[in-house]
């Protein structure tokens, strides 16, 4: 069955456009190079100062150093907080997720609870802040906590279908399958092409008793990404029915 800390990451070190950056501004050239070439990226942001340090951080993420793009977007935000400006919370936001992407679980949580705390953050961006902050409690421990923080994502980035996969997981492993069961019916709807989608509705199938069901949906996890570790969990999950 897939493990809930390998989902820790699905969503993390995902490029986001620093907040507050336009087309006439000078850092979007910075922004858009991040896409191009992250390296040179870096180097135009190193010279450019404090006022490219979130493309800086994006830069570094680019180029999967997401421990040193935790640190810089957390820079970024005391920065921002320094000069009262609103984006402090999207920079600790980034941060956190930076963070998660690292596997540095309690920086992350640290970050996101700046975020949120900030009160700066509305809709979607403090749904997603609320999901991955249930992550970092989730590589924590903390169960409960993650489910306050999931239930809290789902009311503004219910479009996410990450969301439901790890509510649904959740649910799962706390023993209660009928959430389990009505949440990964949800990320189904949104992401039926997704393999840990597909892995985890074959988890809740079997911890049900419904082996046809479970077998049905570890091999389309099989198939969609046969190499993938969600792929990989599910091939593995299928020999106890004596192969594919």
């Given at each position: 069955?897939?493990?809930?800390?390998?989902?820790?990451?699905?969503?993390a070190g995902q490029a986001m456009t620093p907040p507050g950056v336009s087309g006439s501004d000078p850092a979007a050239g910075c922004v858009a190079e991040t896409r191009s070439d992250p390296a040179a990226a870096e180097a135009r942001a190193r010279r450019g100062g404090a006022g490219l340090r979130a493309c800086l951080a994006l830069a570094l993420a680019a180029q999967d150093r997401y421990a040193e793009a935790g640190a810089t977007f957390?820079?970024?935000?005391?920065?921002?907080?320094?000069?009262?400006?609103?984006?402090?919370a999207d920079y600790w936001a980034q941060a956190g997720n930076a963070w998660l992407a690292a596997g540095d679980a309690a920086k992350a949580r640290g970050a996101l609870d700046a975020a949120l705390a900030a009160g700066t953050l509305v809709e979607l961006q403090r749904g997603e802040a609320h999901l991955d902050r249930a992550r970092a409690l989730v590589a924590l421990g903390d169960a409960a906590g993650a489910r306050t923080?999931?239930?809290?994502?789902?009311?503004?980035?219910?479009?996410?279908?990450?969301?439901?996969?790890?509510?649904?997981t959740l649910a799962r492993r706390g023993g209660d399958l009928g959430r389990a069961r009505a949440d990964i019916a949800q990320a189904l709807r949104r992401s039926a092409d997704d393999a840990s989608v597909q892995l985890e509705a074959g988890n809740i199938a079997a911890a049900g008793g419904d082996a046809d069901r479970a077998k049905a949906a570890w091999q389309e996890a099989a198939r969609l990404a046969p190499d993938s570790p969600a792929g990989q969990s599910a091939a593995q999950a299928l020999t106890q029915f004596g192969g594919k």
């Open positions: 069955m897939i493990p809930l800390a390998a989902l820790l990451l699905a969503a957390a820079e970024a935000a005391r920065g921002a907080e320094l000069a009262h400006d609103s984006h402090a923080d999931l239930d809290q994502a789902l009311t503004t980035a219910g479009d996410d279908p990450l969301a439901w996969l790890l509510s649904a």
